[in-house]
Each structure stands twice: as C-alpha cells, then as structure tokens.
C-alpha cells in the first residue's frame, strides 16, 4: 500500500501522524528541476463524489529536496519512491542526475502529464513518440533504481501508451493520474479553481480507473500500480483484480492521513474473508461471464 504523490506532503512532514514504517512506500510531491510557486488560489474544490485540484505542481525543487528533505526520509525504513516532471525531456534527465547522486531513494516514478513545452505543448503522455522519448532517456541515466511511469488517462487508448512506456525502458506503470475537468460557479459564472480547470479525483474515478488498470494490465508484461478513488480494502482488492500488482492511496490522504494504513487493514481482512492466503493471489484473476 503506497502513499501516492502529490497527496502525502514529501512523507516526512507527516511523521508524528502516520506510522510512516507501517506504510508499503511513500512517493514524494512531483519534483522539478527548479522551485514551483504553482497556480493561483482556490486550489482544491470537493465535487459530489471525488476532488478537484489545481495546485499547479507547487514544490521547492530537486536540489532543496536532497539537502532538505532526503537525510529525514533515509531515516524512515520503508521504500521512497521520487516523483518527478519536467516540460522537456532534458528537465527530467536532470533532475533524475541530480536523484542519482544521492543516498535514500529506492526508485522513480516519472510523471509524463506535463506538456512538452518543445512540441507546441503537447502532453508527453498523450503522445506514445514523445513518451518513448522521455522514458528512454531517463532510463539512460539511471544505473539500479527502478523506474515507473504514471500514465495519464486523457488518452484514447491506453494500451498503446502503455506499450510505449514499456518498450522505451519503464520498470513498471502507475496509473491512472487525474482527469481533466471543470468546475463553474453559477452564480459568479466563474471556475471554481483559480486557473480554471483542473484535476478530477476520488471516488467518482474509480470505475474508469479499473478499465484502465485493466487495460495495461492486459497490454503489457510488466508489473502495473493501480490508482484512482481507492478508499477501502475492497477497493484496492478491486484494483488487484483487474491486474494490478500494488495500489497507491491518493484523495483519501486529504481528510484521512491514516487512509493507507486502514486500507491495508481492511484489504488483510478481505482476504481473510475470502480465504485468500496473499493480496498477490488476486491480481489478474478478473473473470468475465463473456469474452470480451
């Protein structure tokens, strides 16, 4: 069960509130080559069934986050996995050098949401040309550490990228990242976020999420994490089914900082249920009435 990025601070600032060493990993906020101030006020808005964010990828940068934060999580004995984005491909392999040269991390997970500010703003993820691109340079730089990609689901067919990512050098995929989406004020006639659209997630997701997971499950041989409205044990056992072979916690971290670790709970007492001796004995196990 691991925290997803973006949700859970860097992991430490979290410490006297979670029992940090009871968590499967944690994946720190995005990470960029320089500090982010990120977008303008109101940043969250809550929707009937899920939450929408623009926080526009707010963080302090890659070199404040080794001298800053890196010696306090190296003290934390569970895997830490970096986030990290760039808007070209040299951003993400400096960043990933800079990672490279310091002691604590136990992997990557590239965030290819961002637009390709060289390729008239195209979104890297969108893309399965310029997601090879990014995938396979990064993994050129990297000597040990594993690397996963987090896919983006404003996309058509989410095989196709899922297969790019896996034949560029990805260790593993992570998906789904938030849906674009809209909110309005009607009575100002005004976004509810303060650049406009934002990021769909939570619950009202999770339907889609599971085609998704599904669907690169089915597309590829390498391990695939799944996301996306995960708030109980039967959730992530879901998410297992479909071909998942670890999940992450997102939008639940917001009101509930322990999500994970009472997921993981819940999940241990659906497989006892269930007289299912290991979380890895569902994945894939997904079976249709029909073929599909």
Known sequence: MLAASGTFAYGVELR??????????????????????GNPAPRLYETEAGM???????????RAFVSDKLAALRAIPIPVFANIFGYAVEDYVE??????????????????????????????ACDPGLLSEVVAAVRSVIQQRPLLVKLSPNV????????????????????????????????????????????????????????????AAQAVKIPVVGLGGIATGADAAEFLIAGASAVEVGTANFWDPQAPLRIARELDQFLEREKVARAADLTGTLRFSRGI
């Open 16 to 37: 006297d509130v979670v029992d940090l060493t009871q968590l499967g990993g944690i994946i720190t906020k995005g990470l960029s080559r320089e500090p982010m101030e």
């Open 156 to 215: 058509t067919r989410v095989q196709e990228v899922a297969k790019a990512a896996a034949e560029a050098g990805a260790d593993a995929l992570s998906l789904v990242n938030t849906f674009v989406a809209l909110a309005i004020d009607a009575r100002t006639r005004t976004p509810r976020l303060g650049n406009g659209f934002g990021g769909l997630s939570g619950p009202a997701i999770k339907p889609i999420a599971l085609r998704m997971v599904y669907e």
């Open 95 to 124: 960043v990933v050098k800079i990672l490279e040269d310091a002691e604590g991390l136990a992997g990557y997970e590239l965030n290819v949401s961002c637009p390709n500010t060289k390729q008239g703003g195209m979104v890297f």
């Open 52 to 62: 929408m964010n623009s926080v526009g990828l707010q963080n302090i940068g890659v």
